[in-house]
């Protein structure tokens, strides 16, 4: 079965500091990939995606992530952060049939809480 | 627009209750998912319906009974709940199910206790 590991659990970092959260999958073949923010009491929110052409692509609050294939890796960024940042990031992944088509269910990481000190 | 709306936002319930929790989406989409998230845990997958029509069920025990009345609207009917079902229940929808490149915009949750 397909998975989706987010190795940190808890970051804690100041502000300004750079920020990069690891996300692997374990699949073979083609998928589209996700990272999602919830931002404590609110709901998730889209920070960028991925699925296909440029591996490095730019989201909302000026994250950005690269895909390498070769890794199974799809790694969040972001150069400097700020206290609004505070909140849980989900990495997710959605296969990608034969035909093109995604599957329905998106396979969520376990998430990686950041807290930023201001 | 990309708003999914969902009520209520809290709820509060008896194992003998019955009670509903109601999403909602006018973007056009035709595919809806339920996800059930519990506290310091990622969302996990319920249900999918695809063009009003259950298209998956992740072995949800049948005290849920999902419900899609039309493309604009998923219901989730709870009864004889356990407390353990307590959690964030979260909606979502996208364009379509198995549609190329698809991308799913989730509500805000309502939020379950079981008492």
């Known amino acids: 079965a397909q998975s989706v590991s987010q190795h940190n659990h808890h970051v804690i970092l100041s502000e300004a500091a750079s920020l990069e959260l690891g996300c692997n999958y374990s699949y073979g073949g083609t998928v589209n990939l996700f990272w999602y923010v919830q931002y404590p009491g609110q709901h998730l929110q889209l920070l960028l995606k991925y699925f296909s052409g440029d591996p490095l692509v730019k989201g909302i609050k000026g994250f950005e992530a690269e895909f390498i294939k070769s890794k199974f890796s799809f790694n969040l960024r972001k150069p400097s952060v700020q206290w609004s940042d505070t909140a849980e990031y989900f990495c997710a992944v959605n296969v990608v049939d034969g035909y093109g088509g995604s599957q329905g269910n998106l396979i969520f990481g376990k998430g990686t809480k950041l807290s930023v000190k201001p | 627009d990309t708003e999914v709306t969902q009520t209520p936002k809290h709820l509060v319930m008896g194992m003998t209750n019955k009670k509903s929790l109601k999403c909602e989406q006018h973007?056009?989409?035709?595919?809806m998912y339920w996800y059930k998230q519990k506290a310091k845990k990622p969302p996990e997958l319920m249900f999918v319906?695809?063009?009003?029509?259950?298209?998956i069920n992740e072995s949800v025990p049948s005290r849920f009974s999902p419900e899609c009345p039309n493309s604009s609207l998923l219901n989730l009917h709870l009864h004889a709940l356990q407390p353990e079902d307590s959690a964030l229940y979260l909606c979502?929808?996208?364009?379509?199910?198995?549609?190329?490149?698809?991308?799913?915009?989730f509500g805000p949750g309502t939020r379950l206790l079981v008492l």
């Open positions: 973007m056009g989409h035709r595919a």
């Open positions: 319906y695809s063009y009003e029509k259950l298209s």
């Open positions: 979502a929808s996208s364009p379509r199910l198995a549609g190329y490149q698809e991308t799913q915009y």
